[in-house]
């Protein structure tokens, strides 16, 4: 009886072993392709997502962000918060313990010493760090033990997941990078291409623009992860080729980025080798509208400046107006397709910080017209409003890309049926968002009346995002036309608003009042227009399972629990 | 001979030297900001940082003479480091491309052999199509391997290679699933297998340029032969009672390749130059994927670097072309 027992039980070990002790390495290669290829894998000195996305793979910060943009630990044992006392009253200072027994690909300990180095090498004066916004604020940063973390930060910080959280701010290994710090970042290229790291796979071979080959990183500590033994990231071509390489001929498992016409990308979805997959994030395509005059009879230095309020936009009605007769369902459906979604919020996400703002998702071309009337804007002979016999006329730009050209014709059109003209002004993407102070052409100098183009923001909390509406961060020519509030909007309210934000620390409150921001810009002033929620979309094979897409973090934050379908 | 070849080279220094300064004030003049493309999540203060520590705070003369220095001074002082293993660059700054952070010649010494290896061999293959089909069709002229030749050029030289790339692509990449359609640059050639992956994933790209060049030379080759067929000394050699073998192949080709030769030398630049447009649609990433993508990010020392290799291989391919007229023409002599 008992020996029966025995085996019987044997027999269920061993046919629950495979699921159970899933190994390391034994599901082969990963093929993943970046039509962007990666430049170099030290995020610290590129900007790049596909830079980021392809180092971490290798190295990893103390905590991530999961696909609900939930910090999570990784490196560090655990999240500090007030409740462990990880986080003090004051909200000052921030103590992350590390994991234990972590080690480097290379067998070395990590240690503390790591984490300060990080903040130490990318704070440096001269090294121009990339990342340096995410250390913003820290004042000295202690290494009581091996294990423990302490930062000061030099005012209260109620979100303190920049540094050492997230792809952008990994944790470099001292050894390895000491004598980079600095000017000596460009001689490191050997460090800068194969950082030694703690993440699922090291470097083999790193081939800068085109491709990276990596294996199982030995170390890693989960011993049964990752379930591929190599990995390669290759880049070049276009969107189209990588999605086509993925969904129909089955050369690649992961394609990122797949952002090509929607009706195409189903075309190649339907040879059934794959699968597209799309998540949303913060990214907004937006109309932002010029609260400051423009016009170039105006001298050079007061153009476009806070001394000359817009004479048609400073009127709300005519920005709510203008917004009205847009049809955003149309305008996704054209540019994006299921890698959209209409909205009204500057802060579409994450769910507690977006507004129940849906006020703008249907068109209202009568009462658009309406609203017009009643600002005064009476409907001239060639169809096209006036008012003192000023025409209501908008100039209107944009970068180059063919969705936003798109775009702009169709709501040229939605806006000359409200007796609007306007005209259209396309500039190059590396002028407009270049930011040289000496060309009349960057969005920040928005020597127009409407532009439109996307931003978002880092990580999950939008308070320095709403704070770039502030009245001093107006671009101007004292302050070398720099400065993230474009529209030139400023309300004292507001202001005083965001300082608000910044002192409070519980996440309700601090959602409350973000959405309050959010609906002052948008659905109260129509300062900002939103227009699309873009999100992400990228294809992976059928055969690949694991793959969960995070727009919080790395889109590869997870590779360590793919595998291959069996 | 010599003494011309050594004028020659002389004198081309100040035109390489100006080419130089031409190439980095177009490059200076030109809109756009290597810091472009960065998300406008990177706030101002730091993006003025990482400007300053790619060097872009100093005058533009300043940078011209640094890159100079860099280009003739430092790079070779690395160079003979690296293979004697002396000190003598040890702390001078290399060409940094803005990009990677890496030394530019770096990374162009590691694209070098995936270029040579697909556009040369497609130029050599070129070559080799384009001769006979040359020689034969100005022979027979008006036959119908003539007419099939020249209808075969025209196709080679009015499609460009965006087109033919892509169908090439869709029908043997996609729907017969013959060759790859993305190309694997890791891959390494130790045996016999490895080797047949290595060609089908060429055989395309070589094809397409291939058949690019064969258009372009087997031109060339028709109307030189031509023109020679209907000189005096070829009716000469015949009524003396050479054989038709020997009048065409010895002759008329010798003297056919004269022009041939210039044409085929000025080419040979643009095989290091890389196929820009063939290399982005098989994603071969040589040396034409490495400056459009640095023309495209602003990245000012890659884009100079390249093109002013570039430049030196021209006028020296030019030179080589002078001077091979006198090796097949004895008529021409330099002094």
Known sequence: MRLKTLMLGAVATAAMAPAAFAERGTDGQVNIIYWQAPSTLNPYLSSGTKDLEASSLVIEPLAGFDEKGVVYPRLAAEIPSTANG???????????????????????????ADVKFTADYCMHPEGGCAQLARYEGIESIETPDDLTVVIHFDEPRPNPFTAFSGSQSPILQKAQFEKCAGTGASACTAENFGPIGTGPFRVV???????????????????????????????????????????????????????????????MAAAGKGKIVTGFGTLVERMEMNMTDPSPDLPEGERATTKHPHPILSDERVRRALSMAIDRTLLTEIGFGEAGRPTCNLVPAPEIFASDNTGCLTQDVD???????????????????????????????????????????????????????????????????????????????????????????????????????????????????????????????????????????KIEERATIARKLNDMITKDSMTIVPLVDRGRVSAHANSLGGVVLNTWDSELWNVADWYRVK | MLVYALRRLLLAVPTLLFISLVIFLLLEASPGDPLGDIPLTIPAEVKEKMREALGLGQAWYIRYLLWLKQFFWVEPLHWVDHVFGTG??????????????????????????????????????????????????????????????????????SLPTFFTGVVLIIVFGIKLQWFPSIYDTTHRVTDWGSFVVQVRQMAMPVTVLSLFNAAQISRFMRASMLDNLRQDYVRTARAKGLGERVVVLKHVLRNSLIPV??????????????????????????????????????DIPMVMTLTFIFAILIVAFTLVADLLYGVLDPRIRYE
């Open chain 1, 86 to 112: 990880g986080i003090s009253e004051d909200l000052k200072t921030v103590t992350w313990k590390l994991k234990p027994d972590l080690k480097w690909s290379d067998g070395s300990p990590v240690t503390s």
């Open chain 1, 205 to 267: 071979e790193f081939r800068t623009n085109d491709a990276v080959t990596l294996e199982a990183n030995p170390n890693y500590r989960d011993p049964a992860k990752p379930a591929f033994a190599k990995a390669v990231i290759k880049g070049g071509g276009d969107a189209a080729a990588a999605a086509r390489s993925v969904l129909e001929t089955g050369e690649f498992d992961y394609a990122w980025n797949t952002l090509v016409p929607p009706d195409t990308l189903k075309g």
């Open chain 2, 88 to 157: 003598f660059s040890e702390g001078m700054q290399r060409i940094i491309s803005f990009q990677t952070r890496s030394p530019a010649f770096d990374v162009i010494a590691q694209r070098l052999p995936q270029t040579l290896t697909v556009v040369g061999l497609s130029y050599l293959i070129g070559l080799l199509i384009a001769l006979p089909i040359g020689i034969i069709s100005a022979y027979r002229q008006y036959s119908w391997f003539d007419q099939i030749g020249t209808f075969v050029s025209m196709v080679g030289f």
């Open chain 1, 367 to 505: 009462g658009a017209k309406a609203l017009l009337d009643e600002a005064g804007w009476t409907v001239g002979g060639d169809g096209i409003r006036e008012k003192d016999g000023k025409k209501l006329h908008l100039l209107y730009q944009t970068s180059v890309n063919p969705i936003r050209q798109d775009f702009q014709a169709l709501i040229k059109q939605w806006w000359q049926d409200i007796g609007v003209s306007t005209e259209l002004k396309t500039v190059d993407a590396s002028v407009f968002f270049g930011g040289d102070a000496g060309s009349p052409d960057t969005f920040q100098r928005f020597y127009a009346d409407v532009e439109m183009y996307a931003n978002n923001f880092d990580g999950t909390d939008p308070e320095p995002y709403l704070a770039h509406y502030t009245c001093e961060k107006v671009p101007s020519p004292e302050s070398q036309w720099q400065g993230e509030n474009v529209n030139r909007y400023c309300d004292p309210e507001y202001d005083k608003l965001i300082v608000e934000l910044g002192k409070t620390a």
């Open chain 2, 261 to 298: 030769v210039t044409v085929i030398a000025l080419g040979l630049p643009a095989v290091f130059g890389g196929a820009i447009i063939t290399e982005q649609v098989f994603k071969v990433n040589g040396l034409g994927q490495l400056l459009i993508l640095a023309i495209n990010s602003n």
